[in-house]
């Protein structure tokens, strides 16, 4: 009589071993779908990154941004456009937006810097794009503000962004009570 059916107590803790799983694909990784059962992922061709969900602690996306480039990119807030034109976004335009903000001094000192991604970074992975919307009159400030992202992609392609929106706010506080100081 042959055994077709073993119950889970029945196997103990690493007891199965490589040759008693079921041939496969050189270069294929074995992973798990959404419902948990294993699945295997086919062997992808020269340029492609493989991307999981667990890697990214945000969002069931991948871990790391595709090189999508977006045609025709314009920031608009309330209304007014960041760019004067759309843009055909490319890394000098990231560099262009990121230099003042993400470097100490402005980038006026040239000794004090932050690394930016590379050019080549930029182009085959890390391809993110920045809009410094900081600009704005002192008559704005408390005024809310709607922000409007466009773009093109190729047809037929999907894309998940995330968005991130960071604005400054000054306020003073009274260390000894607590309160806010206007």
């Known amino acids: 009589m042959a055994i077709d059916k073993i119950t889970t107590p029945a196997v103990t803790d690493d007891s199965v071993t490589l040759a008693k799983m079921a041939p496969g694909t050189d270069g294929n990784i074995i992973s798990y779908d959404a419902s948990g059962n294993p699945v295997a992922v086919a062997t992808g061709s020269a340029g492609q990154v493989l991307t999981s969900s667990l890697l ?65 970074d930029f182009q085959s992975l890390y391809r993110y794009y920045y809009g410094n919307v900081s600009r704005s009159l002192p008559s704005e400030d408390g005024v809310a503000k709607a922000i409007q992202i466009s773009g093109s992609v190729l047809p037929n392609t999907t894309v998940d962004l995330m968005v991130f929106v960071e604005f400054e706010r000054e306020i003073v506080v009274d260390v000894r009570t607590g309160a806010r100081v206007s």
Not at 57 to 64: L, Q
Not at 93 to 108: I, K, R
Request: glycine fraction near 10%.
């Open 56 to 120: 990214s602690p945000f969002s069931s996306t991948g871990g790391a941004p595709d090189p999508i480039a977006l045609s025709d990119f314009q920031i608009q807030v309330s209304g007014k456009n960041l760019f004067l034109n759309q843009q055909q976004y490319d890394y000098e335009q990231f560099a262009e937006q990121l230099v003042s903000s993400n470097q100490l001094n402005g980038s006026l000192t040239t000794s004090m810097g932050s690394g930016l991604i590379s050019k080549s």
